[in-house]
Protein backbone atom coordinates (compact mmCIF):
# COMPACT_ATOMS: atom_id res chain seq x y z
CA UNK A 1 0.00 0.00 0.00
CA UNK A 2 0.64 3.86 -0.62
CA UNK A 3 1.70 5.92 2.42
CA UNK A 4 -1.25 7.78 1.54
CA UNK A 5 -3.73 4.62 1.96
CA UNK A 6 -2.77 4.07 5.66
CA UNK A 7 -4.32 7.45 6.65
CA UNK A 8 -7.22 6.94 5.01
CA UNK A 9 -7.78 2.93 6.12
CA UNK A 10 -7.04 4.49 9.68
CA UNK A 11 -10.11 7.10 8.89
CA UNK A 12 -12.36 4.88 7.54
CA UNK A 13 -11.92 2.25 10.20
CA UNK A 14 -12.25 5.30 13.20
CA UNK A 15 -15.45 5.92 11.50
CA UNK A 16 -17.05 1.98 11.09
CA UNK A 17 -16.12 2.12 14.65
CA UNK A 18 -18.41 4.85 15.91
CA UNK A 19 -21.15 3.31 13.96
CA UNK A 20 -24.03 1.81 16.33
CA UNK A 21 -23.75 -1.52 16.36
CA UNK A 22 -26.83 -2.11 16.31
CA UNK A 23 -29.80 0.01 15.03
CA UNK A 24 -33.46 -1.14 14.64
CA UNK A 25 -36.34 0.88 13.31
CA UNK A 26 -39.74 0.85 13.50
CA UNK A 27 -42.50 2.34 10.94
CA UNK A 28 -45.98 3.18 11.59
CA UNK A 29 -48.24 2.93 8.83
CA UNK A 30 -51.03 3.34 10.34
CA UNK A 31 -52.61 5.77 11.77
CA UNK A 32 -51.00 8.98 10.66
CA UNK A 33 -51.09 12.06 12.81
CA UNK A 34 -54.28 13.99 13.37
CA UNK A 35 -55.96 10.43 11.29
CA UNK A 36 -59.72 10.10 11.81
CA UNK A 37 -61.55 7.33 12.41
CA UNK A 38 -65.42 6.59 12.07
CA UNK A 39 -67.19 4.99 15.30
CA UNK A 40 -69.33 2.29 15.38
CA UNK A 41 -71.81 2.80 17.43
CA UNK A 42 -72.17 6.10 19.51
CA UNK A 43 -69.40 4.24 22.29
CA UNK A 44 -66.91 2.70 20.43
CA UNK A 45 -64.77 2.50 16.82
CA UNK A 46 -62.22 0.55 15.41
CA UNK A 47 -58.39 1.74 14.58
CA UNK A 48 -56.34 0.07 12.22
CA UNK A 49 -52.34 -0.40 13.84
CA UNK A 50 -50.04 -1.46 10.91
CA UNK A 51 -46.14 -0.94 10.88
CA UNK A 52 -43.11 -2.49 9.78
CA UNK A 53 -40.27 -2.90 11.33
CA UNK A 54 -35.93 -3.98 10.43
CA UNK A 55 -35.77 -6.05 13.10
CA UNK A 56 -37.59 -9.04 14.76
CA UNK A 57 -38.41 -7.86 17.69
CA UNK A 58 -41.73 -7.42 20.15
CA UNK A 59 -43.97 -4.79 19.66
CA UNK A 60 -46.35 -3.63 21.77
CA UNK A 61 -48.66 -0.30 21.99
CA UNK A 62 -50.99 1.37 24.15
CA UNK A 63 -53.72 4.65 23.68
CA UNK A 64 -53.66 7.54 25.94
CA UNK A 65 -56.54 10.14 26.28
CA UNK A 66 -60.13 10.49 27.41
CA UNK A 67 -63.12 8.96 26.27
CA UNK A 68 -66.60 9.77 26.13
CA UNK A 69 -67.71 7.41 28.89
CA UNK A 70 -65.60 5.01 31.15
CA UNK A 71 -62.05 4.46 31.77
CA UNK A 72 -59.51 3.51 28.51
CA UNK A 73 -57.43 0.90 29.09
CA UNK A 74 -53.36 2.28 28.97
CA UNK A 75 -51.52 -0.52 30.14
CA UNK A 76 -48.71 -1.68 27.25
CA UNK A 77 -50.44 -4.13 24.77
CA UNK A 78 -48.51 -6.64 22.49
CA UNK A 79 -49.16 -6.65 18.78
CA UNK A 80 -48.65 -10.16 17.06
CA UNK A 81 -45.49 -9.84 14.45
CA UNK A 82 -45.25 -11.46 10.98
CA UNK A 83 -41.83 -12.21 11.25
CA UNK A 84 -41.15 -12.76 8.20
CA UNK A 85 -42.50 -10.17 6.82
CA UNK A 86 -41.00 -8.05 9.40
CA UNK A 87 -44.70 -6.40 9.60
CA UNK A 88 -47.90 -5.72 12.20
CA UNK A 89 -51.41 -5.17 11.58
CA UNK A 90 -54.29 -5.08 13.96
CA UNK A 91 -57.55 -3.39 14.47
CA UNK A 92 -58.20 -1.94 18.00
CA UNK A 93 -61.71 -1.28 19.43
CA UNK A 94 -61.35 1.97 21.41
CA UNK A 95 -64.18 3.60 23.59
CA UNK A 96 -65.41 6.92 21.49
CA UNK A 97 -63.72 9.68 23.00
CA UNK A 98 -61.55 13.03 21.94
CA UNK A 99 -58.17 12.92 19.98
CA UNK A 100 -56.06 9.70 21.14
CA UNK A 101 -52.32 9.64 21.38
CA UNK A 102 -51.27 6.31 20.24
CA UNK A 103 -47.66 4.78 21.46
CA UNK A 104 -45.90 2.21 19.84
CA UNK A 105 -42.97 0.40 20.95
CA UNK A 106 -40.11 -1.87 19.37
CA UNK A 107 -38.78 -3.99 22.28
CA UNK A 108 -36.11 -6.42 23.45
CA UNK A 109 -34.73 -7.78 26.62
CA UNK A 110 -36.77 -5.39 28.63
CA UNK A 111 -34.96 -2.45 26.45
CA UNK A 112 -36.80 0.03 24.47
CA UNK A 113 -35.17 -0.17 20.63
CA UNK A 114 -37.83 2.43 18.93
CA UNK A 115 -40.71 4.25 19.40
CA UNK A 116 -43.53 5.67 17.27
CA UNK A 117 -46.09 8.34 18.69
CA UNK A 118 -48.93 9.78 16.82
Given at each position: MSKISWPLCFLIILFLATLPLFSATLELVSPLDYQVFQR?????????IEGKLDTIANVQFRFIGKPLEGKLYTDWQPLTVD???RCFCINSTLPSGGWYILEVQLVEGGKTLDRCVV
Open positions: HDRLRGSVRRQK
